[in-house]
C-alpha cells in the first residue's frame, strides 16, 4: 500500500459519483509524442524500434513496466515485485514494497537539473495577462504549502478537498498533497454546493483549499461562498483555506484561513497546452502530473474557448508558443461554426500535433481540426481512455510516429495495453470488422485500484461483467485493419461536452420535484455537445402546474444539485412511461423514439401496454 504514501490521487474526476482511486506512476504519458517510450529511455537497449517494444511491453508487461517504472522514477525504495494483479477478482497491485513521492518526481528531479525552466504558463482568463512558473518556483510553492497543510494538522492519510479553478495554486495544492502523503480529491469548480458537499463527505475531508472567487468567460463566480453552504451540511471540515483569485473580499469565517500571493517572474520554455480543467481527469493526468511528471512546460487554460471572442484558443497557442495542443470534441465543434477567420488571425506555426478526447470526434469536426486549425501540417491524435484508466490507452501513432491516421478512430492500443472484444456471451471476439464490448486483457500501472470506500462496487462495475477482464464500459469496432473506434458508452452514462455523467444521478434529482410521479434520462445526439439530455417526466396525479414552471424549477434542480452542464435541453411531460411486464422502464424503446428511430423500436411484445409507445411518439412530435 505504498501509494498512499504520496503518489496516490483520489478522483472526483467524473460526474456521476464514482470516486475512482488512481495511482500515478507518471510514466511518460504527457506528450502526444513518445519519446519516453524509446527503447533506449526505457532502458530496453537490445530491443529495436518501437514497434518491437510495444510488442514486448504486451507480450512481456511485467519486464517492461519494470524497466520503465526504474528507469523514468526516482524511487524513495525500490519495489521487488513488478506486479501482483488479478483481473479474475479485480486485484491491482503494483510495484510491491516499492515507495515514491510523485512531487518529488514531478518537480526536485527536475529543479535538479533545469530548475528555471518553465513549468506552468497560466492562461488566465483574462486574454493577454499569462503569467509563467518556472519549476524551482513551483516547487517553492509546493513546498509552503506542504508545510502551511501540515502546520495546520493535515497528515498522511488524510483526504483534502479543493475546489479552485484551474490555476497555479490548484497545481501546487495538489503536489503539496502529494508531498506530505495526503490524498486529493479535486472537484471540478463548475460543481455545485450540494454536488460539493456530497463530495467532501465522501472523502471525509477535514481541510477544504479554495479561493475568494473564480472567473471564467468574465464571469465571477463565488467559490468560497459555494463552500461556506457546502461544508454546512459537512461536520468533518475543521479549516479551509483560501486564496483570492479577484481582489473583491469575502467573508471569513473562524474556520477560514487566508493565503498569501506569490510573486513569479517570466521565462521561457516548450509548451504543452491542455486545455482541460483540473477537476477533470484530463487536467489530473495531462495538466498537471504526465507534464510535470517529465519536466515540460504545462498551460493552465482558466477561461472558455470563447471568451472573449471565439479566436482564444489560437491567440493562445500564438502567445505561448504552444506545441501540443489537446482539446476536446464539443469545443472543436463549436469553433468550427464561427468559421476558419478566428483560426487564420493568428500564427499557428508552433504547433505539431493536435489531441482530442474525451468523445468521439466526428469527421466534420476532425477534418476542421486538421485542415484548418493544424494547416494540414499537424497529426490529429484522437485519444480513447478514461478516469479508471488513468492515462491514454488508444491513441493512432503509440509507436510509429509516421502511421497512418483515420480521421475519427482512437486506432491503436498504447503500450503495455492489450484491448479485446466481447460479444453478449461474454466470448472474445477475434475477427476483425467486429464489434463489441471494450475490455482490457492485462493490467497496467495507470489503471484504477478501487473505488473510494466501495470495493465492492469496484469489482461489480469492472470486473463482474466480463470474468478475467476490466470492463471499460465503452463499446467500440474493430476494423478490417484491426483499428479501434469506440463507438459509445454501453451503459446507462452520457456524455454532455466531454462530461461523463449517470442518468440515475439526473433523475435521482428530477425525481426530488414533489409534483414529479417518475422519470426517465436519455441521451441523444447534440451537434455541439455530443449528447444532449432528453428528461420524460411523469407528474404525481392530480399535480396541476404549467408545464413551463415546472421545467424551469427542474432546470434549476439539476443546476443546483449536480452542475450546468447535466441541465435538460428537452423535458417531455408524459402521461406513464413505457414499461416491461415486470415493472422496468423500456430505455431502449425511449432511446429510439428520442432518436426519432421509429423503425428501429423493435420488440414491443414483452411491453406491458403497447399504447403507451403511441402516446410518448405523440408527446415527442408535439414537443420537436
Ligand atoms: C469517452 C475522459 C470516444 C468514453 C478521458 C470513455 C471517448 C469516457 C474518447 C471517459 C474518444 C473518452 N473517443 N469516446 N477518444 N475518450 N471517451 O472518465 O465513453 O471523463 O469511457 O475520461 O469518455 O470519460 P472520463
Redo the contacts with the bound molecule.
Keep these: 500500500m505504498w501509494l498512499l504514501r504520496g503518489c496516490t490521487s483520489k478522483y472526483v ?3 456521476f459519483g ?1 470516486r475512482v482511486l488512481t495511482t500515478y506512476h507518471v510514466l511518460g504519458r504527457s506528450r502526444c509524442n513518445i519519446a519516453a517510450f524509446m527503447p533506449e529511455a526505457a532502458g530496453f537497449e537490445g530491443v529495436s524500434g518501437r514497434a518491437a517494444l510495444r510488442e514486448l511491453s504486451v507480450s512481456n508487461s511485467d519486464s517492461f513496466w519494470a524497466a520503465v517504472a526504474r528507469h523514468r522514477l526516482s524511487w524513495i525504495t525500490p519495489f521487488h515485485t513488478v506486479q501482483d494483479c488479478d483481473l479474475s477478482r479485480g486485484k491491482i497491485k503494483w510495484f510491491e514494497g516499492g515507495k515514491l513521492n510523485v512531487s518529488v518526481n514531478c518537480l526536485d528531479r527536475h529543479v535538479h537539473t533545469c530548475p528555471e525552466r518553465v513549468a506552468l504558463i497560466w492562461e488566465r482568463d483574462e486574454r493577454g495577462s499569462e503569467m509563467k512558473y518556472t519549476y524551482r518556483e513551483l516547487m517553492e510553492m509546493t513546498c509552503q504549502l506542504g508545510n502551511l497543510l501540515r502546520r495546520h494538522g493535515v497528515k498522511k492519510g488524510d483526504c483534502v478537498t479543493i475546489y479552485m479553478p484551474t490555476c497555479p495554486l490548484a497545481v501546487a495544492s495538489m503536489l503539496a498533497c502529494a508531498r506530505i502523503g495526503a490524498a486529493h480529491n479535486v472537484v471540478f469548480a463548475g460543481f455545485s454546493a450540494d454536488a460539493l458537499a456530497e463530495r467532501i463527505r465522501d472523502a471525509q475531508s477535514s481541510t477544504v483549499i479554495t479561493v475568494n472567487q473564480g472567473v471564467r468567460g468574465g464571469k465571477v463566480t463565488e467559490l468560497k461562498k459555494t463552500v461556506d453552504t457546502a461544508v454546512q451540511s459537512c461536520p468533518t471540515v475543521k479549516q479551509v483555506f483560501v486564496a483570492m483569485r479577484t481582489e473583491t473580499p469575502v467573508t471569513m469565517t473562524a474556520r477560514d484561513i487566508a493565503m498569501d500571493e506569490y510573486v513569479f517572474s517570466y521565462h521561457d520554455g516548450d509548451v504543452f497546452g491542455c486545455v482541460a480543467d483540473i477537476g ?3 487536467g489530473h ?1 495531462y495538466v498537471v502530473y504526465g507534464p510535470l511528471a517529465n519536466g515540460a512546460t504545462t498551460v493552465l487554460f482558466e477561461s472558455t474557448p470563447i471568451y472573449p471572442d471565439p479566436g482564444r484558443y489560437w491567440d493562445m497557442v500564438e502567445r505561448l508558443k504552444i506545441n501540443q495542443f489537446y482539446g476536446a ?1 464539443t469545443a472543436i465543434r463549436l469553433l468550427l461554426k464561427y468559421g476558419d477567420k478566428w483560426v487564420n488571425k493568428y500564427d499557428r506555426s508552433t504547433l505539431k500535433t493536435l489531441g ?6 466526428n469527421t466534420e469536426a476532425w477534418e476542421w481540426y486538421h485542415r484548418v486549425v493544424g494547416g494540414g501540417r499537424c497529426p490529429v491524435v ?8 488513468g492515462g491514454i490507452c ?1 491513441a493512432p501513432r503509440p509507436s510509429d510516429p509516421d502511421a497512418e491516421i483515420v480521421p475519427g478512430m ?1 486506432m491503436r492500443p498504447f503500450f503495455g495495453i492489450k484491448p479485446v472484444l466481447m460479444d453478449t456471451e461474454g466470448e472474445v471476439l477475434t475477427s476483425n470488422n467486429i464489434s463489441g464490448a471494450l475490455c482490457m486483457a492485462q493490467p497496467w500501472p495507470g489503471m484504477a485500484r478501487t473505488i473510494h470506500n466501495n470495493h465492492q462496487r469496484f469489482i461489480d462495475t469492472y470486473f463482474q461483467p466480463y470474468p478475467g477482464y476490466f470492463f ?3 463499446g467500440a469496432y474493430r476494423s478490417e485493419e484491426g483499428y479501434y ?2 463507438t ?2 454501453l451503459d446507462d ?1 452520457i ?1 454532455v461536452s ?3 455523467i449517470g442518468t440515475a444521478e439526473i433523475e435521482d434529482v428530477v425525481n426530488q420535484c414533489p409534483a414529479v410521479a417518475e422519470s426517465a434520462v436519455i441521451g441523444y445526439a447534440h451537434n455541439i455537445k455530443g449528447q444532449g439530455v432528453y428528461v420524460f417526466v411523469v407528474l404525481k396525479k392530480g399535480v396541476d402546474i404549467q408545464e413551463a414552471d415546472l421545467s424551469r424549477q427542474l432546470n434549476s434542480m439539476v443546476s443546483e444539485k449536480i452542475a450546468k452542464y447535466a441541465c435538460p435541453d428537452f423535458i417531455q411531460f408524459a402521461k406513464r412511461l413505457p414499461k416491461t411486464r415486470s415493472g422496468k422502464i423500456m430505455r431502449r424503446v425511449l432511446r429510439k423514439v428520442v432518436e426519432s428511430d421509429l423503425e428501429g423500436l423493435g420488440d414491443l411484445s414483452t411491453l406491458d401496454d403497447p399504447a403507451a409507445v403511441q402516446e410518448i411518439i405523440q408527446g415527442h412530435e408535439k414537443l420537436l
Excluded at 482530442?356 to 470526434?361: A, L, N, R, Y
Excluded at 484522437?382 to 484508466?389: A, H, S
Aim: overall charge negative; glycine content about 10%; charged content about 20%.
Design positions: 474526476a467524473s460526474s464514482r477533470w481527469i484530463t493526468s470534441p482530442s478526447v474525451g468523445e468521439p470526434i484522437d485519444t480513447w481512455w478514461q478516469t479508471e484508466t488508444i482512437a471499460t464500459g465503452d473506434q469506440i459509445g458508452r452514462v456524455n466531454g462530461h461523463r
